[in-house]
């Protein structure tokens, strides 16, 4: 195995450019630092383009991911652990990183393209519940996700790419207006469910549903609001015993599409 070099000075422009990028007052955002081995090799895989991948001269690049590196030809270095403290100096220190570019922003006719129930998302702004809900989205097949209100500027923001561990890119997110999101469900035909605590149907229900829906979620402290429920042909609620409030929402989204499971996986793979 070549030995990798190592980079010893804050100085070197790709430790410059890591700089760069955690600043918080970037208004452009066409590079992303993505941080850890499984979320880099997700990306890799999922067929974002990284620059350079770096590891701690502490802690050795990992074999699976150096491999995945050099078929992909993804350059690799070390770097001085002391040039790493620096870096990330009052944050999580990541002992392996690389810097990505940032794919083009998917749009509602990529989620169109696919198959799988669509996720809308209504105010929901707690970035570890969406990181938690991309994940399981993308496990429990669903063909994408709207996000309306919540204040991300790019789904390549760092703490959603941490939260999703990678998998951001893996299925098409779109950062939307609810007038937008609307339109988007009115055009394509889709029915739209909204998720209430007393709601016409049981999730239960959904289970036998033979055709492709939109589940709308909201905050758990708003819920969905009026204009989306407007559109909404039904509303629907999860069975709980009376003494509990609400559930998160990233566990809602997940009991939702483990009854969709059945449908979803059909039309990921049909016959």
Known sequence: MTELETITHISDPAMQRIIDITKHSRSSIKTTLIEDTEPLAQCISAGVELIEVYSSDTSPVSPELLALCERHNVPVRLVDSSIVNQLFKGERKAKTFGVARVPRPAKFSDIASRDGDVIILDGVKIVGNIGAIVRT??????????????????????????????????????????????????????????????????????????????????????GPSDSFKEVASSTVSIPMINSTESLNVSVSVGIALHERAQQNFGAAHPG
């Open 137 to 222: 989205s993308l496990a429990l097949g669903a063909s994408g996700i709207i996000l309306v209100d919540s204040d991300l500027t790019s789904i390549a923001d760092r703490r959603l790419l941490r939260a999703s561990r990678g998998y951001v890119f893996s299925l098409p997110i779109v950062l939307s207006s609810r007038e937008d999101a609307i339109d988007f469900i009115r055009n394509s035909g889709l029915r739209l469910l909204a998720m209430e605590a007393d709601g016409d149907l049981s999730v239960k229900d959904l289970a036998d549903d033979k055709e492709r829906i939109a589940m709308l979620f909201g905050s758990e402290k708003g």
